[in-house]
Nanobody, 124 residues
Framework: QVQLAESGGGLVQAGGSLRLSCVAS????????IGWFRQATGKEREFVVA????????SHADSVKARFTISRDNAKNMVYLQMNNLKPEDTAVYYC?????????????????WGQGTQVTVSS
């Protein structure tokens, strides 16, 4: 059983930056790929970015490529999402999730464990 907890959300102006963190407990952290998803009000949850268990592979949604960077520190059981040049359309609750295999990474239904989410609001 893996427990995940996100932090780092908040209110930022368009063009600004935020760094989200996801801390894990339970299980062997390096055995899990970690994905970030987001859900805006009234919309479906969507894939943002993911990183493999060892950190050697990443996958980004086209909408965030070149703006968002995912990284992990397995010694600290942490995954980070650096978000730069934020846009109002990035406003959503952001969730981190864990799955035991790398591919495929974009389907939320394949992730076994989820955090509670952290709100990111980008003002124009």
């Amino acid at each position: 059983q893996v427990q995940l907890a996100e932090s780092g959300g908040g209110l930022v102006q368009a063009g600004g930056s935020l760094r989200l963190s996801c801390v894990a407990s339970g299980g062997t952290f390096g055995d899990y790929a970690i994905g970030w998803f987001r859900q805006a009000t009234g919309k479906e949850r969507e894939f943002v970015v993911a990183i493999s268990g060892g950190g050697g592979a990443t996958s980004h949604a086209d909408s965030v490529k070149a703006r968002f960077t995912i990284s992990r520190d397995n010694a600290k059981n942490m995954v980070y999402l650096q978000m730069n040049n934020l846009k109002p359309e990035d406003t959503a609750v952001y969730y981190c999730a864990a799955k035991p295999r790398w591919a495929p990474v974009r389907l939320a239904s394949l992730y076994d464990y989820w955090g509670q989410g952290t709100q990111v609001t980008v003002s124009s």
